[in-house]
Nanobody
Framework: QVQLVESGGGLVQPGGSLRLSCVAS????????MGWYRQAPGKQREKVAA???????NYADSVKGRFTISRDNAKNTVYLQMNSLKPEDTAVYYC????????????????WGQGTQVTVSS
């Protein structure tokens, strides 16, 4: 079984920075894509950023230029560096792993972490 565990959330003032981490564990051979999603109260979950094992990344327009996604394939870890945070970035941030190959083969569904709260407020 694959588990994703996020860390690094917290309370930060507007304009501040946070770095989120997500570690995937289990009988993993490879993970094609890892990413971050967020869900604010009363809103749908939205994609923030994603990165492939080859290093190709994409971002939501709302975070371009402020957030940077990176990953360490050897550690099955993905990071999200968040700078110039705004109150509208307040949400629960979820880690996602897609097209995961384990000892039982290619998973037919993505895996999700439990989420970490990010609150941007003065």
């Amino acid at each position: 079984q694959v588990q994703l565990v996020e860390s690094g959330g917290g309370l930060v003032q507007p304009g501040g920075s946070l770095r989120l981490s997500c570690v995937a564990s289990g009988s993993i051979f490879s993970i094609y894509a890892m990413g971050w999603y967020r869900q604010a109260p009363g809103k749908q979950r939205e994609k923030v950023a994603a990165i492939t094992s080859g290093g190709s990344s994409n971002y939501a327009d709302s975070v371009k230029g402020r957030f940077t996604i990176s990953r360490d394939n050897a550690k099955n870890t993905v990071y999200l560096q968040m700078n110039s945070l705004k109150p509208e970035d307040t949400a629960v941030y979820y880690c996602n792993a897609d097209r995961v190959v384990t000892t039982t083969g290619l998973s037919g569904y993505p895996y999700w972490g439990q989420g970490t709260q990010v609150t941007v407020s003065s």
